[in-house]
């Protein structure tokens, strides 16, 4: 399972506040199937098979344009461990056990 950190930035909006574009995203998240997600204070977490999860971040640009956004930035980072089964708390719990 690939796990990755998505931001999505609004540009030519008109307004510097952002939490409506966040809200639909959030929305359009769960319309996504065969990946979990978890918002936070300035990206989203999305967990799953790797296809899905670049089928969630499309969805999720796209979605942007048809609120309104003139232009899109997305910024991705994907960690896509193959050794072994991996999710954010297995590697949150991995660190926690380190300190």
Do not use: C, N, W
Request: without cysteine.
């Amino acid at each position: 399972m690939a796990i990755a950190e998505v931001t999505i930035i609004p540009i030519g909006t008109g307004s510097t506040s952002l939490s409506t574009y966040v809200a639909q995203m959030q929305r359009v998240l769960q319309k996504q199937e065969g990946v979990e997600y978890q918002l936070t204070s300035m990206s989203t977490i999305i967990e799953g098979p790797l296809d899905r999860i670049l089928a969630a971040i499309t969805a999720l640009h796209e979605a942007t344009f048809e609120a309104g956004a003139g232009r899109v930035s997305t910024s991705i980072k994907i960690d896509d461990r193959r050794d072994k089964p991996s999710s954010s708390e297995q590697k949150l719990r991995s660190v926690r056990e380190k300190l």
